[in-house]
Nanobody
Framework: QVQLAESGGGVVQAGGSLRLSCAAS????????MGWFRQAPGKERQFVAR????????AYADTVKDRFTISSDNAKNTVYLQMNSLKPEDTAVYYC??????????????WGQGTQVTVSS
């Protein structure tokens, strides 16, 4: 089993930055890929970014590419999502997940409770 806990959400003005953290416990962190997803009210959960278990390979949704950066610290069992140049449309609950290196949320086995990010215009 893997337990995930997100932190770092909050309210920020458009153009600002936030860094989300996801602390993992349980199973060996480096054996799983990690992903960030988000869900806005009334919308489906969507892929944001993913990172391989080794931390070498990353991928991003087109909507966040060049603004968001995913990284991991395997020694701390923590994955991060640095979000810059935030836009009101980035407002959502952000979830971290552990599983297979995929853009599909069906491929992730473990999920955190989510952290709210609100970007005001």
């Amino acid at each position: 089993q893997v337990q995930l806990a997100e932190s770092g959400g909050g309210v920020v003005q458009a153009g600002g930055s936030l860094r989300l953290s996801c602390a993992a416990s349980g199973r060996t962190f480096s054996s799983l890929a990690m992903g960030w997803f988000r869900q806005a009210p009334g919308k489906e959960r969507q892929f944001v970014a993913r990172i391989s278990g080794t931390g070498v390979t990353t991928a991003y949704a087109d909507t966040v590419k060049d603004r968001f950066t995913i990284s991991s610290d395997n020694a701390k069992n923590t994955v991060y999502l640095q979000m810059n140049s935030l836009k009101p449309e980035d407002t959502a609950v952000y979830y971290c997940a552990a599983g297979r290196y995929s853009t599909s949320f069906y491929e992730y086995y473990y999920w955190g409770q989510g952290t709210q990010v609100t970007v005001s215009s």
